[in-house]
């Protein structure tokens, strides 16, 4: 149980520090746009690599990684289905809830439970990979494509395989892959760079919060709140018996994929809503929402599983 009050003890410090530091001023409202763009182009990409450079990878590809897969599209096609058929949103207002369903923070939250309730950082490690690999590059070339014209297939993939983030997962993965051992002249200051990214990633949510409120009339109530249904009942549920009657798993895995499908809404979500302008509201009360409503699913999960 100490594992999910250290992970959610983690990261309300974090946001509480940079709400306090935009109602205070010491951080100006022109803050935010860099911090999105310094996470996004620089830190990320450092701290991707450094994670999936060093994972194991019989855990890379476990089975964890096609129930995990299932689970998430299976959520993040039902946000889409009501949100293009039903709600008539536009295509990257659509991609934004969609991930926000079911694209979990498996990194600064993801990282503690996995070590406090699974006993390694390595069961998160699948989850990463699929989101950084498959979920993310998608969504990037969606609103790529919708947000800043990019309509050519040349330039789709060119713009998604130069992506900061796109690159710095790849070539973590293809380290990981190769079994190339990097010395720690490389990897110490790679680290040290990427651990900046999760406090700030934090910060700058923590600033996006201050002078709003949740769930204001107009900013789109209803994609909050069946992404964050989404995202904290459906989807541990589905997982749980996606992998108990179709895979088989039980014991720790079944323990195992319940607790990475419980987690909240990635950050990243957030700082994919910000770097496009697109449905930033949506991403940022889904963020706070499911963070929130983890906490007593996990301890369910927990009861019920652990």
Do not use: C
Request: no cysteine; net charge neutral.
């Amino acid at each position: 149980m100490i594992g999910i009050l250290t992970g959610f003890a983690v990261i309300a410090l974090a946001v509480f520090v940079g709400w306090l530091a935009a109602r205070t001023g010491a951080l100006p409202p022109e803050a935010r746009p860099v911090l999105a763009r310094l996470n996004f182009n620089v830190l990320a990409p450092f701290l991707l690599f450094s994670v999936l450079a060093t994972a194991d990878v019989g855990a890379l590809f476990s089975a964890l990684l096609p129930v995990s897969g299932l689970t998430a599209v299976a959520m993040m096609a039902v946000f889409a289905l009501v949100s293009l058929l039903v709600w008539r949103r536009t295509l990257a207002h659509t991609v934004i809830g969609s991930l926000a369903s079911g694209y979990v923070n498996g990194n600064n939250f993801g990282i503690p439970i996995a070590v406090y309730m699974l006993g390694d950082a390595a069961w998160s490690a699948p989850v990463v990979l699929l989101q950084l690999l498959l979920f993310a590059p998608i969504a990037l070339a969606v609103l790529g494509a919708t947000v800043e014209g990019r309509t050519s297939a040349w330039v789709i993939i060119r713009s998604t395989f130069t992506n900061p983030i796109i690159i710095g997962s790849l070539a973590g993965v293809l380290v990981a892959v190769t079994g190339i051992e990097l010395p720690p002249i490389v990897l110490d200051p790679i680290e040290l760079i990427g651990h900046a990214a999760v406090p700030l990633m934090l910060i700058a949510y923590g600033l996006s919060l201050h002078g709003q409120r949740l769930l204001e009339p107009g900013t789109g109530r209803r994609d909050v709140l069946l992404a964050s249904v989404l995202k904290l009942v459906v989807m541990p549920v589905g997982a749980w018996a996606l992998a108990r009657f179709a895979f088989g798993l039980d014991g720790i895995e079944l323990y195992a994929v319940t607790v990475l499908a419980a987690l909240p809404t990635a950050q990243n979500v957030f700082v994919f809503a910000q770097r496009y302008e697109t449905a930033e509201v949506v991403a940022r009360d889904t963020v706070f929402l499911t963070t929130m409503g983890s906490v007593p699913v996990l301890f369910a999960v927990a009861l019920l599983l652990g």
